[in-house]
């Protein structure tokens, strides 16, 4: 079975270097030539723990292709996998230009019967449409047919959510064609749902954003938490036993970022609006998100009076620990938000630096480590809860900042840790720690 992949971002290079894994021969088609090249090397463009050994494993053993050629990636292809972005357009509807681009081309270059099944996240009625551009514009003896199978990775556990995955869905109006989808999927062992084509697409959005609907829920209880003097951490344990509810994405921080969650949402609402269904509770969920990214900025302001000319470290960039990526991360709200205030910000990130470097404005200065960071800070905000975060010695923030006060947006510390030191600690849903040298310049 020949299998090509449209799109080596994210998505498209887990899946390419997953099935190669699995022992399949892919070719992954990108029309960005740099990323190509890389990835022809064996280095991969995206952060992904695991994922580079196992791209190069490929490659060498040339179960594994890249190209920019459509005709090599297509033309003998059985399956196609769509893996382009479907980024938001202003009004939060689906930019689809990306997925009509690849219908239109996989048309043009195939010489064969063909399965095309999509991972991309599309609107419910998009594979419909794949399906239309595809049909007139191939050679008419063509047979092509048009699966839903969209994605459910998580960046930074991609690897484990692709070989362990909690289940795949299968959406397809042709039982042949779900079949052969099927098969490929078996050697996994993860359990397998067959549904029509709108309801698949249909699972994607309703999951994604349900976990919104937990992540901003979890966020309000943790406001109401701060103000009755509850602590969220006992309130999220609490609740998440009853195996109705669950114990998962009960995190509550500074909201959910990443190239997903905000993106599918608003394109939910956009589709209930287009039905003549008001999604309120969603419509809420994003508003609620929105005003928790710029709780961390609330706080420093609270505790420090004016902002300007103050020295802010901010400690973590990517959307969350494992990732290089910065897409709608609340770090960025933050330091937007901050150098409005007319602050000085030192920001650290493991990995994330050099995706930041290139969105954020000049004003930032980037350190190699945490200390640095630190070293003469006013305030230190705490934006990812990478590992290293969460491990560094609370001592080091008393040794290194010239005043030592933490807003921690991820909880990364334990309030019975804090105690024993000389830090003003103010976290998510929990009560706050303000410590007496602090207290002169608490408004
Ligand atoms: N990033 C994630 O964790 C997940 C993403 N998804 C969905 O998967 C889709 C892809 O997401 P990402 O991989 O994050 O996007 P991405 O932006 O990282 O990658 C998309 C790639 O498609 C390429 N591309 C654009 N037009 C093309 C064409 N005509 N032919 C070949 N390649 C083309 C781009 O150059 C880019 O490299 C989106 O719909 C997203 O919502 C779903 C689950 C997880
Ligand atoms: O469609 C997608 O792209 C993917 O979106 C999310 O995956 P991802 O965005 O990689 O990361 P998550 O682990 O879901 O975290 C998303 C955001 O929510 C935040 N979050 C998560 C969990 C939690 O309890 N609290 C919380 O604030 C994270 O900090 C992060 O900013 C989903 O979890 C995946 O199943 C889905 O495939």
Redesign the pocket.
């Known amino acids: 079975m020949r299998i090509a992949v449209?799109?080596?971002?994210?998505?498209?290079?887990v899946t390419g270097v997953c099935l190669a894994e699995l022992g399949y021969q892919v070719i992954c088609?990108?029309?960005?030539a740099d990323?190509i090249k890389m990835l022809q090397s064996g280095r991969s463009p995206?952060y992904e723990p695991g994922l580079e050994p196992l791209l190069q494993r490929n490659v060498i053993s040339e179960r594994l292709h890249f190209t920019t050629n459509?005709e090599y990636a297509y033309t003998n292809a059985d399956i196609i996998f769509i893996?382009?972005?479907?980024?938001e357009l202003k009004d939060g509807a689906t930019n689809l230009k990306?997925v009509e681009?690849?219908s239109k081309?996989i048309a043009e270059f195939i010489k064969d019967d063909v399965i095309v099944c999509t991972?991309?996240?599309?609107p419910v009625g998009t594979n419909d449409k794949i399906k239309e551009i595809i049909n007139n514009l191939k050679p008419q003896e063509l047979h092509v047919e048009v699966v839903s199978n969209?994605?459910?990775?998580?960046?930074g556990s991609?690897l484990i959510d692709f070989f362990h995955g909690d289940r795949i869905v299968i959406g397809s109006n042709n039982h042949q064609a779900a079949t052969l989808i099927e098969q490929i999927y078996l050697p996994l062992n993860i359990p397998i749902m067959k549904t029509d084509i709108k309801s698949a697409e249909m699972i994607?959005y309703a999951s994604n954003a349900f976990l919104a609907t937990k992540i901003s829920f979890i966020n309000e209880i943790a406001t109401l938490c701060e103000r009755v003097g509850a602590n969220i951490e006992e309130v999220a344990n609490g609740i998440g036993k009853d195996h109705r509810i669950g114990p998962y994405f009960l995190q509550a921080g500074i909201g959910y970022g990443?190239?997903?969650f905000p993106?599918?949402t608003k394109a939910l609402v956009q589709l209930a609006g287009n039905v003549q269904h008001p999604f309120e509770l969603l419509k809420a969920v994003i508003e609620v998100n929105k005003l928790q990214q710029s709780i961390p900025v609330v706080k420093a302001k609270q505790l420090l009076g004016s902002l300007k000319g103050k020295s802010v470290a901010v400690l973590g960039l990517a959307f969350k620990p494992n990732t290089d990526?910065i897409r709608e991360a609340a770090s960025l709200v933050i330091i937007q938000e901050l150098l409005a205030e007319g602050a000085e910000i030192a920001a650290y990130d493991p990995v994330a630096v050099p995706n930041a470097a290139r969105v954020l404005e000049k004003g930032v200065t980037f350190t190699k480590n945490i200390k640095s960071a630190l070293y003469g800070a006013d305030i230190a905000i705490i934006a990812t809860e990478w590992e290293e975060i969460k491990s560094l010695p609370l001592d080091v923030y008393s040794t290194y900042m010239n005043t030592p006060i933490i807003v921690d947006g991820r909880n990364c510390y334990s309030l019975e840790d804090v105690r024993d030191h000389p830090i003003t600690y103010v976290s998510v849903g929990r009560p706050a720690i303000i410590k007496e040298q602090s207290k002169i310049l608490i408004h």
């Open positions: 449209a799109g080596s971002g994210y998505v498209g290079l088609i990108d029309v960005n990323k995206i459509p893996a382009v972005g479907t980024p990306y681009a690849v081309t991972k991309s996240t599309v969209p994605e459910f990775l998580r960046e991609a994607k990443g190239s997903c993106k599918d990526d």
